[in-house]
């Protein structure tokens, strides 16, 4: 085990203003350009999510939370390998479920990431 004095520098070493810009500074344009092409598709998504609960009819004050399930669906794709990502959008599925949105607009919104729920 570490002494907690050597764990204090090393922390307070990290957070030294000048090390954090520089190390920020080093990594912006890289960091943008990741995040300007990540935003692109999940705008995308969010935009497809939006239509399909347009076209079922959903109330607008409900489409928050589909938006929010196909951001999830978004993120689950990009981070998991197929099982894995199956099985957590199928935990995120049941919870809106249960929270009273639609299992068919949330299928549909799944499909949108490549991701099937069985029965739907």
């Known amino acids: 085990m570490r002494h907690p004095a ?17 190390r920020f500074a ?11 092409a990540i935003f692109g598709e999940l705008t995308l998504t969010e935009s497809k999510a939006k239509t399909v609960c347009e076209a079922n009819g959903i109330p607008t004050y409900q489409i928050p939370a589909y938006l929010n399930f196909a951001r999830e669906c978004y993120r689950l794709f990009k981070n998991f390998s197929q099982t894995t990502r199956q099985n957590e959008v199928q935990n995120w599925f049941n919870m809106w479920v ?16 490549g991701i099937a729920i069985p029965g739907y």
């Open 26 to 36: 080093a990594h912006r344009d890289a960091m943008v350009e990741q995040e300007e």
């Open 6 to 22: 050597y764990r204090l520098r090393k922390y307070d070493a990290k957070m030294d203003p000048d090390a954090i810009k520089l």
């Open 98 to 113: 249960a929270r009273g949105l639609r299992g068919t607009v949330l299928a549909s919104v799944a499909e949108l990431c």
